[in-house]
T-cell receptor, first 115, second 113 residues
Framework: SAVISQKPSRDICQRGTSLTIQCQVDSQVTMMFWYRQQPGQSLTLIATANQGSEATYESGFVIDKFPISRPNLTFSTLTVSNMSPEDSSIYLC????????????FGQGTRLTVV | TQLLEQSPQFLSIQEGENLTVYCNSSSVFSSLQWYRQEPGEGPVLLVTVVTGGEVKKLKRLTFQFGDARKDSSLHITAAQPGDTGLYLCAGEDGSSNTGKLIFGQGTTLQVKP
């Protein structure tokens, strides 16, 4: 398993501002994933972050709105830019299991409220 | 596009009752996983089923993978308030080689004492 530290755990932000969410893993992993989740609902994949290359974004998500950094194999950030109330959600980072199993390990999430 | 249909979406039961959550697809998955998520936390892996027809037990939880590897079920016996949470099934997106997971819509379980 992997231990993932995600911060902040929650924040309340003004519309038009940006928030950067950090995700630190206790071991080196090839791929990291960023999800968005409305409370009580399923997860929607935003993008896959590989070290040394640009993130791959899913349909409906763009780099200008959700820029991602992946400077090394244990760390990634997701920025929510120019926020609006519609961006209020839970944001989760995730890594694959060791030995490239498909099992996923998640951070505790960042609950974002945009006012 | 691979989809996972999960049902029911919401379940409220009394302590001691049994329940089953279903996860269905028209696509074959090499494996399916079940996660449980509690408020303020990320999903936590409960089990992975790999072989068609496989049954795995985790205390009062029984997981089954369909023979054709298109569906799975989670059965909880004698539910307890501690079982309350969001249950998610997930499978690897076979259209990519990136380890991306496809998640079901989730089942919110509330077990009342």
């Amino acid at each position: 398993s992997a231990v993932i530290s995600q911060k902040p755990s929650r924040d309340i932000c003004q519309r038009g501002t940006s928030l950067t969410i950090q995700c630190q893993v206790d071991s080196q992993v090839t791929m990291m994933f960023w999800y968005r989740q409305q409370p009580g609902q399923s997860l929607t994949l935003i993008a896959t972050a590989n070290q040394g290359s640009e993130a791959t974004y899913e349909s409906g998500f763009v780099i200008d709105k959700f820029p991602i950094s992946r400077p090394n194999l244990t760390f990634s950030t997701l920025t929510v830019s120019n926020m609006s109330p519609e961006d209020s959600s839970i944001y989760l980072c995730s890594v694959e299991g060791h030995f490239r199993t498909t099992e996923a390990f998640f951070g505790q999430g960042t609950r974002l409220t945009v006012v | 596009t691979q989809l996972l249909e999960q049902s029911p979406q919401f379940l409220s039961i009394q302590e001691g009752e049994n329940l089953t959550v279903y996860c269905n697809s028209s696509s074959v998955f090499s494996s399916l996983q079940w996660y449980r998520q509690e408020p303020g936390e990320g999903p936590v892996l409960l089990v992975t089923v790999v072989t068609g027809g496989e049954v795995k037990k985790l205390k009062r939880l029984t997981f089954q993978f369909g023979d054709a590897r298109k569906d799975s079920s989670l059965h909880i016996t004698a539910a307890q308030p501690g079982d309350t949470g969001l249950y998610l099934c997930a499978g690897e997106d076979g259209s990519s080689n990136t380890g991306k997971l496809i998640f079901g819509q989730g089942t919110t379980l509330q077990v009342k004492p």
